[in-house]
């Protein structure tokens, strides 16, 4: 019911920022909670940061608290993930995702679309 189209992954330095897009289409934007998932060669995909269908809360991961920030622009229908203080093990496929809830979850199985996912490498 809504397509997604994340951007703005890349190769980075150690202490590098990067900022992510995720755009929609095929229903409003607005109509939706979202969420930003990673996932590592090996590892289970996990919880990055989720924001609320109004941007009115936000949820972040420990590992990103204070260094990544989620936000939405409804009327653009996009969601961004903005990356600063970039470690090596933020290495990883970043995916975007939706769900039609007004409130997210930290959970990847309660999402009901998702992206093609983006890559994002910080070098050491």
């Known amino acids: 019911q809504v397509q997604l189209v994340e951007s703005g992954g890349g190769v980075v330095h150690d202490g590098g920022s990067l900022r992510l897009s995720c755009t929609a289409s095929?229903?409003?934007?607005?109509?939706?909670?979202m969420g930003w998932f990673r996932q590592a060669p090996g590892k289970e995909r996990e919880i990055v940061a989720s924001?609320?269908?109004?941007?009115?809360?936000?949820y972040y991961a420990d590992f990103v608290k204070g260094r990544f920030t989620i936000s939405r622009d409804n009327a653009r229908t996009t969601a961004y993930l903005q990356m600063n203080n970039l470690k090596p093990e933020d290495t990883a496929v970043y995916y975007c995702?939706?769900?039609?809830?007004?409130?997210?979850?930290?959970?990847?199985?309660?999402?009901?679309?998702w992206g093609q996912g983006t890559q994002v490498t910080v070098s050491s």
């Open positions: 995702a939706v769900r039609r809830t007004a409130v997210p979850s930290t959970s990847s199985g309660l999402y009901d679309c």
């Open positions: 095929g229903r409003a934007f607005s109509n939706y909670a």
């Open positions: 924001i609320s269908r109004s941007g009115g809360s936000t």
